[in-house]
């Protein structure tokens, strides 16, 4: 768990306030990602929420709308216990 949090914290820490776009893309993206292969800890749950809600007004809504729809999905059946697969 604390390792879940600390990858969620370095993706977030990347994204914010990154001059360029093209990477804070592929940061939604690998954020949606691990969205729904593992849940952060209860005490970085509503931060994590809260970001994925504030970038659902930005350029990248639709990232976010997906990465928010996988962590409440992961939330209810748990975390995976296989890596997805391509």
Known sequence: PSLADEI???????????????????????????ARVFTPSTRL???????????QKGPNAPLADSALDRLLVTQVSGSRTHAPST
């Open 8 to 34: 969620y914290c370095q993706i977030l820490k990347q994204m914010r306030d990154n001059p360029k776009p093209q990477h804070v893309q592929k940061g939604w993206e690998l954020l949606a990602i691990c």
């Open 45 to 55: 749950m509503p931060y994590l929420q809260a970001f994925l809600q504030s970038g």
